[in-house]
């Protein structure tokens, strides 16, 4: 009887043991390995010096800071054709990428039929602020009407013709609300000056802009902006006649040292940074950002090439910061 109850206590002890060990070591997902993975999808060529490089430079920022063992990206560029752009979203959505990006607004629609089908994998788009409802997408834009009215005050600053010409592509998004807030920028400075706005119809055609540049020179303006990668175009005509330009997305300074006078910059990293902490933390999506001035997502970049005089410079730092403290009222989406 005695060594009957020395088994039932030594029995008992071991199964204390076993539930002790097993609560020291509750079962967990498993770390992931390897470094994090990106794929891109962008409508235009990364080196586009607007829209797509914003996104492509915003990347290797990351990745310079992170180091390239921990993180890696691929980017299948020039996809404008929204069916190919598709495709490509839902191949790489079947591979083994932490998060998925598609970077044009034109994909919203086919990424809010495909997330669904790939309930594990992350996504992010923009530039819009939807996203879907969808745990696992993340939505992005730019508050660019912010560095639109900033450059809007420099250029009435600089104008002399009393004639000022946009070359818009697309009468939607960020290049909407760019063209707004430039326009907004000039009337609160000379509300005397015209502001011509033609929207080309097309993100990509640089020969339409480059027509819509000088029907803009062929009018008086002696200043002049766009928005999208197909401003090269535009950006070579103001070279050639000796036209001031000031750009946005991107640093646009290279194509025309002598007269880019600044460029609004998109700096997508600061989205890329929280998107890519909260996948690592096990969150797939539903949040959505919006690059400011405030959060340094978009910064006023001024070309060191252009003799600026430092009075209208003065005048664009104070309109960058009322934006950003709120004293200034753009009056332009929510602004």
Known sequence: MKKFGKLVVLLVLVAILSTACGAAEPAAPAASTGPFKVAVVTPSAINDLAFSQSMYDALLAIQAEMGAEN?????????????????????YASQDYNLIVAHGSQYGAALQEIAPDFPGVS??????????????????????????YVSGVL????????????????????????VDGFVAGVNATNADITVNVNYTGSFSDVALASEAAQTHIGAGADVMTGSAQMVVGAVGVAKEKGVLWFGTQADQASLAPDI??????????????????????????????????????LKMVYNPGFDLPADVKALGDAAAKGIVDGTVTIGVGGK
């Open 260 to 297: 880019v006078v600044a460029c609004q910059i998109y700096d997508w990293a600061v989205v890329l940074r929280d998107i890519v902490s909260l996948v690592n933390e096990g969150t797939l999506g539903g949040k959505a950002y919006a690059l400011s001035l405030e959060n340094e997502g």
């Open 71 to 91: 993180f890696e990206f691929v980017v299948s560029d020039s996809m404008f054709v929204v069916d190919d752009a598709s495709s490509a979203i839902r191949d």
């Open 123 to 148: 996504f992010a788009w923009g530039t819009a602020g939807d996203t879907f409802n969808l745990p696992n997408v993340f939505a992005y834009e730019a508050f660019s009407q912010e560095g639109g």
């Open 155 to 178: 250029a009435a600053a600089l104008n002399k013709s009393g004639v000022i010409g946009v070359v818009g592509p697309v009468e939607v998004g960020d290049a909407k609300l760019y």
